[in-house]
Each structure stands twice: as C-alpha cells, then as structure tokens.
C-alpha cells in the first residue's frame, strides 16, 4: 500500500523559511513526477512545485525564485525549500506522486501539512 508522509510545516514569521519533506513508502513502480500542492482557506487547490524522475522542475509564478523542489530517487522522498515566505504562502501544503504501473498514471496524495506565515 502506497503511503505519503510529509513533514516540516508549521508556523514562521514573514521573510522566514522552512522545508518540506514527503517520503513515499510502499513503492513497488516507477515514480514519475513528484509535486507539491497547496490549498488556502476559499481557495482552490493549486500547484506549486513539480519534478520529474529526470529532475526536470515547473513552479508557480508566484514562488519562482523562493522555492526549490528536489526530491531523493533512492529515498522515494520529495522536499520543498520555502524561503523568503510570505503571509499569501499560509495554505495547507500536500505533496503527490504520479506511479508509472505497467503503462497507466495513477496519483496519489499526502494528507498535507500546515504552513502558515505571520507578517
């Protein structure tokens, strides 16, 4: 059974950072891409990072230049540096893994981690 842990959220004052983690267990397939999501209160989920298995990497604009994305193949693990945070960055955070399983996508989702950000 797949499982997603993500770790590292809590609360920091603006201009603060903090790093996300998520490591998958269960993984008997291929990962493809690994992403990190966020959803604030009245809000759509939305995406904020994203990774491929060859390390390719797609942000929001509106975290462009702040985070970065990695992820550790050996380890089934994600993690997303926040810095320079802002109060509009508050959101719970949830990371996803896009499984390869003989040919067809499947998604699968953390249970998220808080961020919230203070000015």
């Known amino acids: 059974q797949v499982q997603l842990v993500e770790s590292g959220g809590g609360l920091v004052q603006a201009g603060g950072s903090l790093r996300l983690s998520c490591a998958a267990s269960?993984?008997?397939?291929?990962?493809?891409?690994m992403g990190w999501y966020r959803q604030a209160p009245g809000k759509q989920r939305e995406l904020v990072a994203a990774?491929?298995?060859?390390?390719?990497?797609n942000y929001a604009d509106s975290v462009k230049g702040r985070f970065t994305i990695s992820r550790n193949n050996a380890k089934n693990t994600v993690y997303l540096q926040m810095n320079s945070l802002k109060p509009e960055d508050t959101a719970v955070y949830y990371c996803?893994?896009?499984?390869?399983?003989?040919?067809?996508?499947?998604?699968?989702w953390g249970q998220g981690t808080q961020v919230t950000v203070s000015s």
């Open positions: 996803k893994i896009i499984l390869d399983i003989l040919g067809e996508e499947y998604d699968y």
């Open positions: 269960g993984i008997i397939f291929s990962i493809n891409a």
């Open positions: 990774i491929t298995s060859g390390g390719s990497t």
